[in-house]
């Protein structure tokens, strides 16, 4: 079995990096209220070694989240830039100019097409799915949509996930996301665009952002990605030859340890092994 080991600091293997891309729902918020001492340590990070671009799989676009760091009390100076999932599906929106989309998902996450061409239509006018999450995240689960997608299905209709998530934490709640869905689109036989982690764009994206903020191009090898999804964080750091620092006390907390603050390292690397994934070392949460 492979080894981990936990880190009690961010500064214990901070040397080795130029530069981060972290991941937020699970690691900077637990989607009520932020964890401090992790703005604390992305911020030491940036004032000593580099900058950090927030990658996440938030359905909207980054500045939609900055809005939100900025609620919870994020300082500003815990983070260079936000690149999400959110971003990349406008993108593709504007691509496809005013081609009629069905959205699948709640009436805040319009801002995804804001001030673009798309047309937003009912499902028989559709010629795509965007899907951003459930309507109301707080009660509905797949099977509430059972009927939609097998009548998009029908109509052999393409979907666009803007959020690759399957559930993120709401405070001790778990709530589902639009991966799921998505999920449930491919099971019977839909097609299925998915934008952010762990997917090899986004990642291309964020480090050339990051060489932006940098001035200089950055080797994958000297960028460190902190995430506590192992299908996402762990998994698209693997794909793009990032190393990936994993925090345990998110969404598989209860997989590591008998509490979200006392992890196993045995039964972390069991975890990892178990879904053929690597990480250089494990916090059960981001702190310096």
């Known amino acids: 079995m492979t080894t981990i080991t936990e880190i009690a600091s961010l500064g214990d293997i901070a040397a080795g990096y130029d530069a981060i891309l972290c991941d937020v729902w699970g690691v900077v918020h637990d989607g009520r ?31 939609s989240v900055i809005e939100m760091l900025d609620q919870m009390a994020v300082p500003r100076d815990a983070y260079d830039g936000v690149l999400t999932s959110g971003d990349a599906a406008r993108a593709e929106m504007a691509r496809r100019g005013a081609a009629p989309f069905l959205h699948v998902g709640p009436p805040r996450d319009r801002v995804v097409w804001a001030g673009l061409p798309a047309v937003e239509t009912k499902l028989d006018e559709a010629a795509v799915l965007l899907c951003t999450g459930f309507a109301d995240d707080e009660r509905e689960g797949p099977d509430d949509y059972r009927d939609l997608l097998a009548a998009a299905r029908t109509r052999e209709l393409p979907m666009l996930c803007a959020n690759p998530d399957i559930k993120v934490h709401r405070g001790a709640r778990l709530i589902w996301c639009a991966g799921a869905l998505a999920a449930a689109y491919e ?8 934008f952010g982690k762990p997917h090899p764009p986004i990642y291309a994206q964020a480090l050339a952002r990051l060489g932006a903020l940098a001035g200089r191009p950055l080797d994958a090898t000297r960028v460190l990605a902190v995430g506590d999804g192992m299908h996402t964080d762990i998994l698209g750091a693997n794909r793009t030859g990032i190393d990936a620092l994993l925090i345990s006390s998110g969404i598989h907390a209860e997989r590591f340890g008998p509490a ?7 039964r972390v690397a069991a975890e990892l092994d178990g879904e053929d994934l690597f990480a250089v070392a494990f916090q059960p949460r981001l702190k310096w």
């Open 33 to 63: 209220s932020a964890f401090p001492a992790a703005a604390a340590a992305l911020a030491r990070f940036r004032a000593e070694r580099g900058p950090v671009l927030l990658l996440s799989n938030a359905p909207r676009p980054g500045e």
């Open 187 to 194: 099971a019977i036989g839909g097609q299925v665009t998915y």
């Open 260 to 266: 979200p603050d006392a992890p196993e390292a045995r």
